[in-house]
Nanobody
Framework: QVQLVESGGGLVQPGGSLRLSCAAA????????MDWYRQPPGKERELVASVYSGGSTNYADSVKGRFTISRDNTKNTVYLQMNSLNPEDTAIYYCHILSTYSGNYWGQGTQVTVSS
């Protein structure tokens, strides 16, 4: 199965920015939706943002106005630009791709830590 390779996580101070990337190491056909999820310490995984094949997007209320999801269809890559980060954004971030042809794909996760 095609693997998703994530990058861009790290340690950032409150108010800072990070950009996450997730690239498919191969071709995935019929991508319907690309998402970013996150799992804060001791909590369940939650949906952060989605971008659909037509380009529409959805965001969790907690990140609206601060995070922007985008995709490059030619590279099977999805990005998450995160601005105005705060300690509550600390989590492991996972990318997810839903293909109507071959199902679900998950990245391995990348740690984002917001701390002074």
């Amino acid at each position: 199965q095609v693997q998703l390779v994530e990058s861009g996580g790290g340690l950032v101070q409150p108010g800072g920015s990070l950009r996450l990337s997730c690239a498919a190491a191969g071709v995935i056909f019929s991508i319907n939706r690309m998402d970013w999820y996150r799992q804060p310490p001791g909590k369940e995984r939650e949906l952060v943002a989605s971008v659909y094949s037509g380009g529409s997007t959805n965001y969790a209320d907690s990140v609206k106005g601060r995070f922007t999801i985008s995709r490059d269809n030619t590279k099977n890559t999805v990005y998450l630009q995160m601005n105005s980060l705060n300690p509550e954004d600390t989590a492991i971030y996972y990318c997810h791709i839903l293909s109507t042809y071959s199902g679900n794909y998950w990245g391995q996760g990348t740690q984002v830590t917001v701390s002074s």
